[in-house]
């Protein structure tokens, strides 16, 4: 297994269990917008896009740049007052977040969320300097584009080969690809391991802290063999 020095973490439905809010919003952005609903499905699969490029895959007959706009607003809206009580974490990821650290990773967040919802996400934790750094959708590309994470190696001063993507989604894993780095696909977020298995990721877990077992953070105390996928 490569020397990783620098792990890199999608957000919603890999570090926060927050996927089931992210539908409500799309939905209540959909009924004021006056647009018919889409099913669960069809939401989670957008889900890892930037907000405008979400908006266009399920709503490709919404062209008027203001609707456009009234859509994020709602959406951002509900969203955000449901993130007056931050989402929870997935069990065993503050945990293995203090690991990592302990153990001289370094930590970054690669997220289709707008700067404002992260940092309003990270200030509800506390965690405004918790990573290293952070790139959200809109101040860089979209995923699968893999410059988000072309800007954190900059940043961090870390090869391709030295770095790790961990996420939930198949733009997550399409992205790492493009980048040049591996990939661990979690199963517990917005699409199951099968859908995530095409995209060729380094390890498939169903449990965050089973990322803990792989990488030898606290050897010690996990004994839980994991399976890798190469």
Do not use: N
Request: proline share 5%.
């Amino acid at each position: 297994m490569p020397d990783y020095q620098l792990l890199i973490f999608d957000w919603d439905g890999t570090l926060v269990d927050s996927i089931a809010r992210i539908v409500e919003s799309m939905r209540v952005a959909a009924e004021v917008s006056g647009l018919p609903w889409r099913d669960d499905a069809a939401i989670k699969g957008i889900i890892g896009l930037g907000l405008p490029e979400a908006i266009a895959t399920l709503y490709p007959e919404l062209e008027d740049s203001r609707c456009i706009d009234a859509f994020r607003r709602r959406y951002g809206e509900h969203y955000g007052a449901l993130e007056s009580q931050p989402s929870p974490l997935f069990e065993g990821v503050a945990e293995a977040l203090e690991a990592f650290r302990e153990e001289g990773y370094r930590l970054a967040v690669a997220t289709g969320k707008s700067r404002r919802g992260l940092d309003q996400v990270l200030a509800g934790r506390g965690w405004l300097d918790y990573f290293d750094v952070t790139r959200c959708a809109d101040e860089t590309a979209s995923k699968p584009d893999p410059r988000m994470l072309q800007e954190i190696l900059a940043h961090c001063g870390v090869v391709a080969e030295r770095a790790l993507m961990v996420g939930d989604s198949p733009f997550d894993l399409r992205m790492a690809h493009r980048a040049g780095m591996d990939s661990v696909a979690v199963g517990y977020g917005a699409q199951p391991l099968a859908e995530l298995l095409k995209e060729s990721p380094k390890l498939a877990i169903e449990r965050f802290e089973e990322l803990r077992h792989w990488l030898g953070a606290d050897l010690s105390r996990q004994s839980r063999e994991v399976e890798t996928y190469v």
